[in-house]
């Protein structure tokens, strides 16, 4: 029998139609069905013993936040050593760039930020230990981020809620691997977002923190996608803390303090105001990653005005950078749903904060916002209150969740491990707007451009058609 490899795969899986394929799933599944068997807890996750010898790079390299003149490299080593990044352009001399050392106070875990890059140019990089080169040949790589204000296409890859084990989301994370270096019709994309559950630790005390975030970080599957992939990450509530857990959690500065020793994000919160927001722009694509835990009021709480998501500096924050923003499309991405029949976890509960910023967005005549969200274990669409668009994705590893009724949501999947990408073109006029759903092992489930005048609320988004409510 003759073989193929995995990226013939991926182009087979890729031309076959997503419906036969999810009705080939579907079958499977039904067939195979067996009554479920009682929950037992997960045990909780553990590191491999340290080996003796010189220092070696645990996890990582990884990627974080990669503008257009530099980028940001996470690595974990087993000993307090200095380590360095060897970086080199086509043609150009490798440059050293000192990462400092390794501390025991941080987790043995370490951030160098390489400065002085051009924009869109091709990099290879090496990590070195104590004068000890980490990686094999052929090295990792990234392409550095178009111009601030230029017009370009870019696809950007959304989800959340990795599982509880390392090995939920490792065929994931293997397939997204794959297809980031194709072409775009077999999914290739530039950047990933991370919205929360990126580990289900359920605490706020730093060592398991540390554990769980190294942990998901050994397999073969993330190493090749985040050694050479862009990420950006804000946290939900299993990351943050317990499940549901809010601004009164115990520790939670603790929790904040390790989420900032394993990303790369280019910023994390203000000088007066902790969280783990910030926002960064790509072309003429500005993002917004929204803190919806450290400040939040409990959910069971009354709705009044007083209550919050976000906290009072954190919606200030982010009205000012919208005004001020002079992107054509701007992503809100949340950890939470923003459309208005979600969950007791979701701006259902946070309505009287929610309304007033949705009409504000109006009244400012901002255009281009997009919705991001994850939180669910299904991915989605919704058009709230028939005016914004919003995107929830996932589950990247952990078991589904069912869809239910929904009055704004236009399509959605809640079967096998899924992700959205954005596709968005900002050298048409307007933008071109269009999103995909993709399943691990059935290729692009959906996708479906949405118009500028849909986008602003000026045309009804029409369901899918099949879905139903």
């Not at 290739?188 to 359920?202: E, P």
């Not at 919050?308 to 919208?322: D, S, Y």
Request: glycine residues 10%; neutral net charge; hydrophobic residues 35%.
């Amino acid at each position: 029998m003759s073989s193929i490899s995995r990226r013939q795969l991926l182009r087979t899986a890729a031309a076959m139609p997503a419906a036969a394929l999810a009705s080939r799933g579907q079958a499977a599944e039904s067939k195979a069905a067996k009554p479920a068997a009682p929950k037992k807890p997960s045990p909780p996750l553990m590191l491999p013993p340290v080996q003796p010898g010189p220092a070696y790079l645990m996890a990582g390299p990884m990627l974080g936040h990669v503008g257009p003149d530099r980028a940001h490299i996470w690595v974990r080593g087993t000993a307090a050593v200095p380590w360095k990044i060897l970086l080199t352009a086509s043609g150009a001399q490798t440059r050293e760039i000192d990462g400092g050392s390794l501390k025991v106070e941080a987790g043995l875990s370490s951030i160098a930020v390489v400065e002085g890059l051009k924009p869109g140019t091709h990099y290879t990089y090496q990590i070195v230990l104590d004068g000890r080169e980490q990686l094999p040949l052929p090295l990792p790589s990234f392409t550095t981020a178009p111009e601030i204000g230029s017009a370009c296409r870019q696809r950007i890859v959304f989800g959340s809620c990795v599982g509880r084990t390392t090995a939920a989301a490792a065929p994931t994370w293997a397939e997204l691997a794959e297809r980031r270096a194709g072409s775009i019709d077999e999914g290739a994309f530039d950047v990933l977002l991370m919205l929360g559950d990126n580990h289900y630790g359920d605490t706020t005390e730093i060592e398991k923190l540390r554990v769980c975030y190294t942990a998901h970080r050994l397999g073969a599957g993330w190493r090749a996608l985040s050694s050479h992939t862009p990420i950006y990450a804000i946290w939900d509530d299993h990351d943050y803390g317990p499940n549901n857990s809010d601004g009164t959690e115990p520790g939670k500065a603790d929790s904040l303090k390790t989420f900032q020793e394993f990303w790369a994000n280019p910023a994390c919160g203000e000088a007066d105001n902790p969280g783990c927001y910030f926002t960064f722009t790509r072309g003429d694509v500005q993002f917004f990653m929204i803190d919806g835990r450290y400040h939040r009021s409990p959910n069971k709480s009354e709705d009044t005005p007083q209550k919050t998501m976000l906290g009072a500096k954190q919606l200030a924050w982010l009205k000012r950078e919208l005004l001020a923003s002079k992107a054509k499309v701007k992503l809100l991405a949340n950890g939470s749903e923003w459309e208005s029949y979600g969950s007791e976890d979701s701006w259902t509960q946070f309505k009287q904060e929610r309304d007033p910023f949705l009409r504000w967005i109006d009244e400012q005549k901002i255009e281009g916002v997009i919705f991001l969200s994850g939180d669910r274990h299904f991915s989605s669409g919704y058009h709230i209150n028939g005016r914004f668009l919003e995107l929830s994705a996932g589950p990247l590893g952990s078991v589904n969740s069912k869809l239910k009724a929904n009055k704004e949501r236009f399509t959605g999947f809640d079967d096998g491990r899924l992700w959205g990408v954005l596709d968005i073109d900002t050298t048409e006029s307007p933008p071109r707007v269009a999103y995909e759903f993709w399943q691990v092992g059935h290729s692009m489930r959906e996708r479906r451009e949405i118009s500028w005048a849909q986008l602003h609320g000026r045309e009804t988004i029409e369901r899918t058609p099949g879905y139903e409510i």
